[in-house]
């Protein structure tokens, strides 16, 4: 049973960095296709960063451009997002995901906004 769960998230001030855990289970991290993203309260689920199977498949939005950074640690089976310099808009609920389907790559399934699997998310929320 595929599964993913995130941790991290809180309630931060802006300017400060917030790192994010997704724990998978029922696949390993480095075999699929997995990135983040987040949805705001009234607006649409928008994506963060993906990181694909091949080496150098990752692919930032702008907004995440420069300040944050996605990685993913085999031995501990998760994905990571290291956010710095936070701001207020950047408060939403991020959800990591991931996707099995053969030949998704991260401009796929983060441009599409697309996976097979998510995860419950968890809050951030940066007070200005």
């Known amino acids: 049973q595929v599964q993913l769960v995130e941790s991290g998230g809180g309630l931060v001030q802006s300017g400060d960095s917030l790192r994010l855990s997704c724990v998978v289970s029922?696949?390993?991290?480095?075999?699929?296709?997995i990135g983040w993203f987040r949805q705001a309260p009234g607006k649409k689920r928008e994506e963060i960063s993906c990181i694909g199977t091949t080496e150098g498949d990752i692919y930032y939005a702008d907004s995440a451009k420069g300040r944050f950074s996605i990685t993913r640690d085999k031995a501990k089976n998760a994905l990571f997002l290291q956010m710095d310099n936070l701001k207020s808009e950047d408060t939403a609920i991020y959800y990591c995901?991931?996707?099995?389907?053969?030949?998704?790559?991260?401009?796929?399934?983060?441009?599409?906004?697309?996976?097979?699997?998510w995860g419950q998310g968890t809050q951030v929320t940066v007070a200005s």
């Open positions: 029922g696949f390993t991290v480095d075999h699929w296709t």
């Open positions: 995901a991931a996707d099995q389907r053969f030949n998704v790559g991260s401009y796929y399934m983060c441009g599409r906004r697309t996976a097979t699997h």
